[in-house]
């Protein structure tokens, strides 16, 4: 079971947590026009990398809030965790 | 009574108290502190059990966790338990223990044939014999081998136990008590640090408890009490005995399996059998241990044959003898010490030696003490089929491929030595990747890979003053990081005996002409032969090699056959052992009971259960109960003998022609508020929210990205930045953690505040024509006339004294309301709902009648909103603005959403106007076509239509709405049936809907 630091509350069992996907992923601003490729490539498609992901998880049996962790997706070792509004890198 | 084999002084057993317990069915007795195991040894019993491929007849072995042979079903404390290691489990009075795997019983056993056919069972036996003809594997293969590979019996009783989980954090978490661990753990303490040590075994101090070493001037059991007593005195300390870390899991979390009350005869009700820890560790000292492996030779798993530490165990902790005339057979120093304590209890070993004749302390001692030693000698065969009688030994040429002089010995039983293997399991499964040490030809761990230090014998350091310092040094140095303060602590002297080198040997040659079993694995009767099978047969990596002749797989997890196999494998490939690498290490390190995993989560408890506040009110209306996710809904109201049929057509009924009221308080709640709240709305739904006017409600729609339709429901606007919406029951959870990413992470810059209200209000639905009368009723002083209170129209009033709120919505297509009250006042509400409404021909509705009403009406729900559905398949384009953006909008224009023939959601009726139509059922053209029959679509919902009085189903069908009027087969291979059906609209009652308008 992972231990996720949530940026509110601390560190906590994943067990309080549900996984969100892909952090980095951009959704296109809406009443904006965007083109069929770009909007396919943000609802479908997704990179599955071995090692290194920011990836979005929610604390929901916790604050309620979304946050970012960076996770190596071979060890699952969490390199950092920081409020949505934060950038990782 | 006496028990030949029990010393006179010896062990740390209690003689004061004895135990009485049978063993197939024969009364015995043992003593306080023995184990199964040493108690039948003392009473001269060896064979217990029958091997699992040969039925050969199997005997003890080691004397904890490294058994492989003697798994027994054991009774005890009204449980019926098997394959319990004899060797681990404590005696307890009454315990009664039978063999496994034997037939009609352990001394004749009519398995035992295969033994004579063993020829016919080389390694991949299975895989070659039962593959042909196919039809036989599932009554013919599959249950005689089900059968014959018989470990114990599992009870089918139910488990009445209690067991627990607990969840614990510390600074340091010490796995072992032996010499290194004490250390680590103590240093540790001292630093001020929390500690949990953890000691598998009944008995603190490790080897400690049989090594012939003094510490400080005390003995190494006295030393290890004397540190035990001082950690369970320091208040950051805890001590755990009986107690195994089996598992190292991510970001530092091991699991322990503690046995609580097992060795108890009596316990209060509360005290749990036994506790799963699921500890979360800074830092982590792994002192395991190590673990003997014996020497492979001929007939070597004859009952007899123990692993010469075991036989030091049993003589030094439970003052057992395992045999009278012992032959000791050894390449290293260790099992010296076993020979030098059967001569201090008068026993006369012979020790034969693979070494060449050399010196040492170990080895001068036994020469001083007159013991016969045989250097470069080794045991080929052993004698005896039931118990061992004697042994043909060799003496080894140079070479030691072949034999100098061969002769026979009699003996009792044979200890063997082939050296240690560090138990490293604990770091394997936190991900170290170990590393081959030439020096002890196994396995140590390699560069640390999460927070694991091994230290003492788990590190491959078989010294006692290494072992000590290892655990000083990093029982300080680890938990100095942690709290900042470290305490000085001086090493103790030791006084402890020097061992030479040890000898390259781990396997008997064999004569010309002779051909015994010779096994490495005992648990799953894997033999040298098998091996070299696998091998011949094109296996080469080792995971296969074990996969195919079952080496190392077996409950024991090959802890004293892995590293003798790849041993084997490293000689006939001629590869360095390293290359040919090892098997992964998985937890749990022993088997643990399904009932610790599961702890507490059983029965009630397995999941919470959500009752409305008018729950008791339906219970005490013969109401029966249908799960909705965790919620308790009632399903329909029992009047007399009716079936659900009756009831559910009764209550809808009476909601078509008088008035009924439904529970509705599970639906999802969610309060929204905020100055932007309106455009948010604006951008979940996929129809127009900025111009809905305060105390209006609408139906809204919501899609996920890929344009699937996620949830449904109504949101009113209770004032100027203030929304109430509802969910489905099913999706709350997932509409507000929706919500919530939205806000939180795509348009943070909107000024709006979401939280789930679901337990905060009760709500109750009236619905039907006389609904209005009723409500004119329930609220004198309102005027809820079509005018004052339109359809979507929401008003706030007291419900006779108790503040509420009313919306004019309807899920049943009639005229209806839904009244919201406090959770604590929804009895009230109900209570005084069924008062009032008596005149009316009130009466409450189930979930059952509610789809009944929902279903003819044409309402989608769960089985055509099911993951797969865009608004236009449910018939819902309506509610798509073309004006606006929303969440899922720009998918609804791909290609395949759009083209003619896409699936429709319409309704069906069959022909006969009588036969039901299952759910789930295919619609197909021709019931007779060859299969695979086209589908063209499929039933979701079905229902009896109370208006109509005939069947009535909803359907999700290709090109839906073109096919209406024609006719088509509706059918349930699950079922059986097959019902030919017309296609009409899914609307089937009053579908301009004026009822809700009227």
């Not at chain 2, 309060?671 to 739904?685: H, M, Q, T, W």
């Not at chain 2, 606006?884 to 309704?907: C, H, M, T, Y």
Request: some cysteine; overall charge positive; glycine content about 8%.
């Amino acid at each position: 079971m992972l231990y996720i630091k949530c940026p509110y509350c601390g560190l906590r069992a994943q067990k309080e947590f549900s996984y969100g996907g892909d952090a980095t992923v951009k959704r296109p601003n809406i009443n904006e026009e965007v083109s069929s490729e770009d909007w396919d490539n943000f609802v479908y498609m997704r990179k599955s990398p071995r090692g290194k992901h920011i990836e979005l998880w929610q604390h929901i049996a916790g604050c309620r809030q979304w946050i970012k962790v960076q996770r190596d997706t071979a060890t699952h070792e969490i390199f950092q965790t920081a409020k949505v509004t934060e950038e990782i890198r | 009574m006496s028990q030949p084999f029990r010393l006179n002084k010896e062990g740390l057993i209690n003689r004061n108290k004895k135990i009485s317990f049978t063993f197939n069915g024969k009364k015995l007795f043992g003593y306080e502190g023995d184990t199964i195991a040493s108690a039948l040894i003392a009473n001269g019993i060896h064979l217990v059990g029958r091997s699992f491929k040969y039925h050969r007849p199997r005997g003890f072995f080691g004397a904890g966790v490294e058994e492989p042979n003697a798994k027994l079903q054991v009774e005890f404390n009204g449980h019926s338990e098997p394959n319990v290691n004899a060797t681990e489990m404590e005696l307890v009075e009454g315990l009664s223990a039978t063999s496994q795997n034997c037939w009609p019983s352990v001394n004749f056993d009519i398995g035992a044939i295969n033994n004579f056919l063993k020829m016919f069972f080389p390694a991949g036996f299975y895989y070659k014999t039962f593959m042909w003809p196919k039809s036989f594997w599932y009554k013919i293969y599959e249950p005689f081998i089900r059968k014959a590979a018989g470990l114990g019996v599992a009870s089918i009783e139910k488990d009445k136990e209690r067991y627990e989980h607990k969840f614990e954090y510390c600074d340091l978490l010490v796995t072992g008590s032996g010499p290194s661990g004490l250390a680590s753990a103590y240093a540790a303490a001292k630093n001020g640090a929390k500690v949990i040590l953890a000691e598998d075994k009944p008995r603190f101090g490790g080897t400690l408890l049989t090594d012939d070493v003094s510490i400080d001037n005390l003995s190494g059991k006295d030393w290890a009490e004397k540190i035990i007593s001082e950690l369970k005195s320091m208040p950051n300390v805890t001590v755990k005995n009986r107690s195994q870390v089996f598992g190292y899991y991510d970001h530092n979390m091991l699991v322990m399996f503690e046995r609580v009350s097992d060795h108890l005869e009596k316990k209060s009700k509360f005290t749990p059998r036994q506790r799963l820890w699921y500890i979360r560790a800074k830092e982590t000292i792994l002192s395991t241990g190590s673990i003997e492996r014996p020497i492979v030779f001929g007939n070597n798993d004859t009952p007899g044959i123990f692993l010469s530490a075991a036989a030091k165990e049993y003589m030094k902790v439970y003052g057992v003898l395992v045999g009278k005339k012992p032959l000791i057979f050894t390449n290293n120093d260790s099992a010296y010490e076993t020979a030098l304590e059967f001569k201090k209890n008068n026993v006369e070993p012979i020790i034969l030696d693979t070494r060449e004749e050399h010196s040492s302390e170990l080895i001068d001692e036994a020469k001083s003490k007159g013991i016969d030693i045989r250097f470069s000698h080794g045991v080929i065969v052993a004698n005896g089929y039931k118990k061992v009688k004697s042994a043909k030994i060799g003496k080894l040429n140079k070479d030691k491929n072949s034999f100098e002089k061969i002769e026979t010995v009699d003996c009792d039983c044979i200890c063997v030595s082939g050296f240690w293997t560090p138990s490293v399991h604990l770091a394997s499964q936190s991900g170290n990747k170990l590393k081959y040490e030439e020096k002890i030809d196994a396995f140590i761990p390699d560069k640390k890979k999460q927070h694991e230090t091994s230290v003492g014998a788990a590190n491959g350091s078989f010294t006692l003053e290494e072992s000590l310092k290892h655990g000083f040094e990093n029982g300080s140095n680890l938990s100095a990081k942690i709290t900042e303060t470290k305490t000085e602590i001086s090493i103790p002297n030791v006084n402890e005996k020097k061992y030479g080198a040890h000898d390259k040997f781990w396997c008997m040659p064999l004569p010309k002409n002779e051909n015994p079993k010779r096994f490495v694995d005992f648990q799953n009767d894997v033999s040298v032969s098998d091996i070299e099978i696998a091998l011949r047969e094109g296996y080469r990596s080792i995971e296969h090699v074990k996969r195919y002749t079952t080496l190392g797989m077996a409950t024991d997890q090959g802890r004293t056959s892995n590293l003798n196999g790849l041993q084997l494998v490293s000689n006939i490939e001629n590869k360095i052992v390293p290359e040919v690498g090892h098997t992964t290490f998985r937890p749990p390190f022993t088997p643990i009971t399904i009932g610790t995993i599961v702890g507490r989560e059983v029965g009630m408890e397995y999941m919470p259960t959500r009752k409305t506040p008018m729950h008791e009110w339906h219970e005490k209306n013969n109401a029966v109960f249908v799960d909705a996710g965790a919620w308790k809904r009632p399903r329909y109201y029992k009047q007399g003998n009716e079936t659900l049929f009756e009831a559910s057509k009764r209550e809808a009924k009476n909601v078509r022609e008088n008035v009924g009221i439904c529970d509705v308080t599970t639906l999802g709640k969610i309060d929204i508020k905020g100055p932007d709240a309106a455009e948010f709305l604006n951008r979940v739904y996929t129809n127009a929210w900025m111009k809905l006017p305060v105390g209006k409600a609408r139906y809204g729609l919501m899609l996920r990205e890929d344009g699937i339709v996620m949830d449904d429901g109504t949101t009113t606007r209770i004032s100027e930045n203030h929304y109430h919406m509802t969910t489905t029951t099913a999706q709350a959870a997932n509409v507000l953690s929706h919500l919530e990413y939205y806000l939180q992470i795509v348009w943070p810059e909107l000024n709006v505040n979401v939280v789930s209200t679901t337990e905060q209000w009760a709500g109750a639905a009236i619905a039907g024509p006389k609904s209005r009368d009723m409500l004119s009723k329930l609220y004198p002083d309102l005027d809820v006339s079509n005018d004052a209170l339109p359809f979507m129209g929401y008003k706030e009033a007291e419900f006779f004294g108790v503040p509420s709120r009313i919306f004019r919505i309807s899920f049943s297509g009639e005229l209806a309301y839904e009244i919201n009250v406090k959770s604590d006042h929804g009895m009230f509400m109900w209570e005084k709902m069924m008062e009032v409404g008596k005149e009316f021909g009130n009466q409450p509705y189930g979930t059952e009648a509610l789809s009944t009403l929902r279903i003819e009406m044409g309402h989608v729900a769960g089985p055509e909103l099911d993951g797969r559905t865009i608004p236009s398949d449910v018939s819902l384009n309506g509610l798509v603005s073309k004006k606006k953006d929303f969440i899922g909008k720009n998918s609804l224009g791909r290609e395949a959403f759009n083209v003619e023939s896409r699936q429709k959601i319409v309704g069906l009726i069959p022909i006969d106007r009588k036969s039901s139509i299952p759910e789930g059922s295919h619609i197909v053209q021709d019931q007779n076509a060859k299969l695979p029959n086209p589908k063209l679509g499929h039933v979701s919902s079905s229902c009896w239509s109370v208006e109509n009085n005939n069947p009535f189903s909803l359907a999700i069908m290709k090109d839906g709405k073109n096919m209406i009027g024609k006719k088509f087969f509706a059918v349930s291979p699950l079922k059986n049936k097959s019902i030919e059906v017309e296609v009409i609209s899914s609307h089937y009652v009053d579908p301009e809907g004026k009822r809700v308008r009227s």
